[in-house]
């Protein structure tokens, strides 16, 4: 989804247009039967299940990564970052997740089959609670955005530190990344297989919030691979370590599995970090090698890429309106259902968002 802002052609990277669409498609993916069919699936089906739910763990890593792109690099003054980034997403999550509130009491009105009364003051109460919280029904994939808004506020930050990321400190960044995300969940799968005593955990005052939350980590990283040309030109290596670390997903997801006997989540972003890379550094790739894509194609990718974050924003909305149709049409079909509603949801949502950028507020804030 687009969080910000990219330059206009011919200035604009595309290649950030077209990650912005897979990880939009990938988090509209995420939420369908199509995701978790490995939880009941056997045989060879789970395996290729398993291995699309490892692939879509990559959404949100891919979307920090462009905001990292296009963020860290630029020179604002704190005011504008909190009159024009912050102020933006402020209203957007006060905007959307209302729409998703009213579209509720509406719901429940026509099942009712009169209108709810409300008392003004404990509902109008009761909803700043429920923004603040994030729990508006039907707006629980907006995480995001709070998870980003608070990348926002630390942004003058993260841009100072951005600017002197040298090639060891990136490494480092990475080190103690792995350390957490990766080593110590293989170390407790590997100790819990044999007793549950075995299972490591850090006090909870130990914090490396940089390398390990996905707000700070991820932006840094976008920023860095994409300013340097070493990373571009280690496609091969970095292909060779994404394909080990889903291998490694792999290995514990089963692990657990044979110990638990239930299938889990658990163990989907053990090395989602270098998927993502690989992802974001071979699109990148692709466009610096064929330059001479068509400008009717470039055109498409910037349209498409504009309205990613209202298709994201509208997903729930047109959802509990639509979903239960295609879920009785596809029936027992879960790659079908799940497909069919990602270009569904793409096209209504963006269509959608064409139109409500007609109008003033939307336009500023989409």
């Keep these: 989804?687009?969080?910000?802002?990219?330059?206009?052609?011919?200035?604009?990277?595309?290649?950030?247009?077209?990650?912005?669409?897979?990880?939009?498609?990938?988090?509209?993916?995420?939420?369908?039967?199509?995701?978790?069919?490995?939880?009941t699936s056997k045989g060879i089906e789970q395996f290729v299940s398993l291995f699309l739910a490892i692939l879509t763990r990559v959404n949100v890593p891919l979307f920090f990564m462009v905001s990292g792109c296009l963020l860290?690099?630029?020179?604002?003054?704190?005011?504008?970052?909190?009159?024009?980034?912050?102020?933006?997403?402020?209203i957007v999550l006060i905007v959307f997740e209302l729409i998703n509130w009213v579209e509720g009491a509406v719901i429940i009105s026509v099942k009712q089959g009169s209108?709810?009364?409300?008392?003004?003051?404990?509902?109008?109460?009761?909803?700043?609670?429920?923004?603040l919280a994030g729990t508006v029904n039907g707006s629980g994939s907006y995480w995001y955005l709070y998870s980003y808004l608070g990348m926002l506020l630390l942004l003058p930050f993260l841009r100072d530190i951005a600017k002197k990321l040298e090639v060891n400190k990136f490494l480092l960044l990475i080190s103690l990344h792995a350390l957490i995300w990766t080593i110590l969940p293989i170390l407790n799968c590997v100790g819990s297989c044999h007793h549950e005593s075995w299972k490591i955990s850090i006090d909870s005052h130990f914090s490396i919030c940089l390398a390990t939350e996905k707000a700070f980590f991820y932006p840094l990283i976008?920023?860095?691979?994409?300013?340097?040309?070493?990373?571009?030109?280690?496609?091969?290596?970095?292909?060779?370590?994404?394909?080990?670390?889903?291998?490694?997903?792999?290995?514990?997801?089963?692990?657990?599995?044979?110990?638990?006997?239930?299938?889990?989540?658990?163990?989907?972003?053990?090395?989602?970090?270098?998927?993502?890379?690989?992802?974001?550094?071979?699109?990148?790739?692709?466009?610096?090698?064929?330059?001479?894509l068509s400008v009717h194609f470039?055109?498409?990718?910037?349209?498409?890429?504009?309205?990613?974050?209202?298709?994201?924003?509208?997903?729930?909305?047109?959802?509990?309106?639509?979903?239960?149709?295609?879920?009785?049409?596809?029936d027992g079909m879960p790659y079908t259902l799940s497909l069919t509603w990602c270009l569904f949801s793409f096209l209504i949502g963006g269509i959608t968002t064409a139109i409500l950028k007609r109008l003033p507020l939307f336009r500023v804030i989409l």
């Design 1 to 39: 989804m687009q969080t910000e802002r990219n330059e206009t052609i011919p200035n604009r990277k595309v290649y950030l247009d077209m990650i912005r669409v897979i990880a939009t498609f990938l988090v509209l993916f995420n939420h369908l039967p199509g995701y978790s069919n490995y939880y």
């Design 72 to 90: 860290l690099g630029r020179e604002e003054s704190i005011r504008i970052v909190f009159s024009k980034r912050v102020s933006r997403i402020i």
């Design 115 to 131: 209108l709810i009364q409300l008392d003004l003051l404990e509902t109008t109460r009761n909803l700043i609670l429920s923004i």
């Design 222 to 292: 976008g920023y860095y691979i994409d300013q340097s040309k070493t990373v571009l030109k280690n496609i091969t290596f970095l292909t060779i370590v994404a394909i080990c670390g889903v291998v490694i997903e792999y290995i514990c997801t089963y692990a657990e599995y044979a110990f638990t006997g239930e299938m889990s989540q658990n163990y989907l972003q053990l090395c989602d970090y270098f998927i993502a890379i690989l992802t974001y550094v071979f699109i990148k790739k692709m466009f610096v090698l064929y330059p001479q």
């Design 298 to 330: 470039r055109h498409f990718l910037c349209t498409v890429g504009g309205v990613t974050l209202g298709v994201y924003l509208m997903d729930q909305f047109y959802k509990t309106i639509f979903y239960s149709l295609f879920n009785n049409y596809f």
